[in-house]
């Protein structure tokens, strides 16, 4: 019975959990993407800025949530990933936490699985995962067809909750090996079946307790 306890606890597996905005990089990729194709979309960028600033202004947290993708409405798919490639080349590189690009080297040395979990929509997050080289990754995901985005969201992660549940799909989990890593304590708390667990404030990164 021992020897059954022992092989199913040597399967479990270690992942690390990586929040993506403010803790990868150092910004907010979604409104940072709309100020890199202002010059292109210029007209709904400084739409998507007002309407951003009213919902701020007016307490309408929920309402701008659910809608923030809106002006992307229309938007060919293959012009943004075209736009992607420059935004990472260009922006991101450039806003890399550096302490965390190393923490995720180290978890993967370890054999770690490495997940990337972020409200910012599917296309910047597929681009950043191909590029950190991460197979695992969860988003807000867009409904889209072959060339066209539409704004309407099909799973939004940014919805209180949902990166808990995220944990249930996720099998054989270690969670007194795990780590996961936030600017956001109330990532780290919907996370709190894994024991370590590190709160990223201005680059530094501290024990979450």
Request: hydrophobic share 45%.
């Amino acid at each position: 019975m021992n020897w059954i306890y022992f092989i199913y606890f040597w399967k479990m597996k270690k992942i690390a959990l990586f929040d993506v905005c403010f803790t990868i990089y150092n910004c907010n990729t979604t409104a940072e993407f709309f100020k890199f194709i202002k010059n292109k979309y210029n007209i709904r960028y400084y739409l998507f800025i007002i309407f951003n600033k009213l919902c701020l202004l007016f307490k309408l947290y929920n309402f701008f949530d659910k809608r923030r993708f809106i002006f992307l409405k229309w938007l060919n798919k293959k012009d943004l990933e075209i736009y992607l490639k420059k935004y990472y080349k260009d922006v991101l590189i450039n806003k890399i936490n550096i302490k965390i690009l190393e923490k995720i080297k180290y978890y993967k040395k370890k054999n770690f699985e490495i997940y990337l979990i972020s409200a910012s929509f599917d296309l910047i997050i597929s681009k950043i995962a191909s590029e950190l080289n991460i197979k695992h990754f969860y988003w807000t995901e867009l409904i889209m067809n072959k060339w066209i985005i539409n704004w309407l969201i099909l799973n939004d992660l940014l919805i209180n909750g949902k990166k808990e549940l995220i944990l249930n799909n996720i099998k054989d989990i270690n969670y007194d090996k795990s780590v996961a890593f936030s600017d956001s304590e109330n990532d780290l708390y919907q996370w709190r079946s894994i024991k370590n667990r590190f709160l990223v404030i201005n680059w530094k990164i501290k024990i979450y307790e």
